[in-house]
Structures are given as C-alpha cells and as structure tokens.
C-alpha cells in the first residue's frame, strides 16, 4: 500500500498493496498516484474500479483498457488524442474525463467517479422487472440538455447509448459515460463480434451503424430508442440475431406486447405516444427517425401534457403532431481512436463540427404541403358549387 506520497509520474504498481485475486490480474493493486479501492464492474474494454487520487484526496473511476486495446491496434497516441477531445466535454449530465495514464503494462482512463448505479443495474433491479415511463419522465430535460449540447454545440455522436452507459447519482441526477469507446471497437469489430464481449451492446446499435457506416446522430437516436425500450420492457427491442437488427422488415414488437410475453401483462399500459415515439427512434430506415434528442423528447413530453404541444426547457414552440423526421444522416463528429498502420502519418485532430438544423427546412415542407393539399380542398368545393348550380 502506497503511504499517501504520490508515485512519480513514471510510475510502476506497488508492490505492497494488498494482494488483488487472481481473476483481477489484470488491473495492478495502485496505479501511480491512484489508489484502488473496489472493483465497481467489468465492461467489454476491462476493468473500472473505484480508485483514490492521493495527490489531491479525491474519489475517481480508472477504467483499464485490456490488451486488446493497449496492443497493436490501437495506438496509444490516438487514445491520448480522444481523451484530449473528451477533457474539454464539460456539462452536467456528462461523466468527465479526467486523465489517460499508462505504464508498461496498464492503460486506463482516469473519470468522475460516480456515485450511484447504471440504468442497467436499476431495471435489473426493479421489482416488476421494468420502469414505467413517470419514473423516466423526470430524466427527459436532462436527456434533452445533454444531447443538444453533445449533438448540436460539440458536433459528438456518442456511438454507445445503452442503459448500462447511462448512470444516475444518488442525487438524481443522470450522466451520460463512455464516449466514442464504441468507434474505436468498429475500428477492431471481428476480435470483440468472435468473443461475443459486445453482445450487450450490439443490441442497442442502428443497422446502419452495424454495418459499419459513419457515425450520425441518427445511431444516437436509435440507442436511445432501444435503451427506453429496454428500460420499459425490461428486454431490448431485438433479441433474435444480428440479423433481426439489421433486417429493414423484422421490427421490434410494441413494448406493452413484450411486457405480455414476459409475464409484465399486468403493469399499466404504456401510453400510445410513448410506444409511437420509441418506435420511430427504432425506425430501420433513418430518414424516418425523429431528427434530435430534443425531438425525442418533445414527443414523450408534449402529449403526457395532454397535447398542448409545448416545450419543455424555455422553449414555447407549438408542436406538429409527430416530430420531423430526419431528412438525411447529419455529419457530425465520431469520437474513438484509430488504429494506426505502422508508419503511417497521425490522422488530423479532430475538430468539433456544429450541426446544422434540419428542422426548418422540414417545417418548410410541411407547409407547403399543407397548403397544397388546401388549395386543392377548395377547389373541388367550388367545382361542386359550380355544378350544383350550373
Ligand atoms: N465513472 C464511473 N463511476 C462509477 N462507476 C462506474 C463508472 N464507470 C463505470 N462504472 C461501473 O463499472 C461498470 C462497468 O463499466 P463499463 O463501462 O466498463 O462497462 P459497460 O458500460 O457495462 O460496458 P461497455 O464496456 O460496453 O461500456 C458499470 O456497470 C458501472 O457499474
Ligand atoms: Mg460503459
């Protein structure tokens, strides 16, 4: 056990900490001027624990990156590159990175640490096996800040929504971690795909991004659509192969029908717009996902409060009935490291791209039609009128 003075930055494990078991071979017992405290989970990168930061007495999270990782695939200078991108995250719903640190055998990402409990481990541990939507209402605004600021102001698709990658504070308050790790695993796909390690997550991931396309915030909407109907249904959307998730005619059943088939029947129905909104996250074809997080939102919002249509957060737009649809992938940044080719030059640091809007043209379109489709009604009143009298 370290004596409380912080190693030097090369630092190496002591060796007198209290002996880790050998199933936790792979994280070292201290590690430099972090202290290990528990092992908090295993996740598909390796091992998170709890950890003390003796140089400024603070609680952190080390997530240690497994060989796979730290191997030949991925290179250390991409993984410092992502975590410069990701230091520079700061808003409230998001769990701040802090640090890369590595040794000759360790790599890990040095975060917030949280305390409180996935949205995983919180279904899982629901007494009816599921929530119901009163108790995920009061995480719509947070989600809607959160995915504004990510999506529109920072240009970051996430890449891994799931409840798992959503955690909720003993005060309430959700955070959203593990930014772009899901990238860097498509950039290494058949090693994790063959072991099965990202099973869990698959399942949560858009056909698009399944087949390997560039990351949009339409695969942040549908994760996000998968992991509500998971949180509601107490299963994920999809549970047969890949290939139901990838399929463009295999659809996800409705939540209050999965709730029947595993024995939920009994737990009060989930309103229509929750189910119509979740089902279009879920839309295989992207263009017919709604277009943002806050779209999202306004849906599950805006017909619980009895279909006025009004925004949540400051806004007082007056809804459409349905949310626009996307009209087109929006280019947005993917965070995650690269593999580099030995030899090859450093790809260019990436830079935040603002998204632009697609909504106005869309609401543009809609009134267009609208006023189309008028028209044409009042013409063939005037042609009845006309023959009635003539
Ligand atoms: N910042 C954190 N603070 C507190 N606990 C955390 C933190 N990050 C992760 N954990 C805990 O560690 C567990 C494992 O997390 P990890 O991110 O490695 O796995 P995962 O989210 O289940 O899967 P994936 O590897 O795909 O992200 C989580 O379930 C959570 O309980
Ligand atoms: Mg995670």
Redesign the pocket.
Known sequence: MSDGTPNPPEHKPSESHTPVPASDAVAPPAFGRYRLMRK?????????W?AEDLFLGEPV?L?FLNEHFTGQSVSLDSLKREVRTLRHLSHPNI?RVHDLVFDNEHTAIV????DG??L??LVAASPKGCLQPDDIEVWLPQLGSVFDYLHRSEGIIHS?I?P??L?LTTTGRLKV??FG?AVTLAESTSHHTQTGA?A??LAYMSPQQLRGSRPAVSDDIYSLGATLFHLLAGTTPFHGSTLDLIAPEKRASTIGARRYETGKGKLPPVPEHWESAIAACLAKDLRLRPASVRDVVRWLKAEAAGGSGSADLGTSVILPPHPTPARAPVEAKPLGWQPLAAGSPPPPPVKSMPIPPARAAADHATLWIVMLIGGVLVLIVLLIIAVMYL
């Open positions: 908090l989970g295993t996740g598909s990168y390796g091992e998170v709890r999270a997530k769990v975060m917030e640490f949280i409990r996935t995983g481990e891994d799931k798992a990658n955690m971690a593990d790790l990202r869990g997550t």
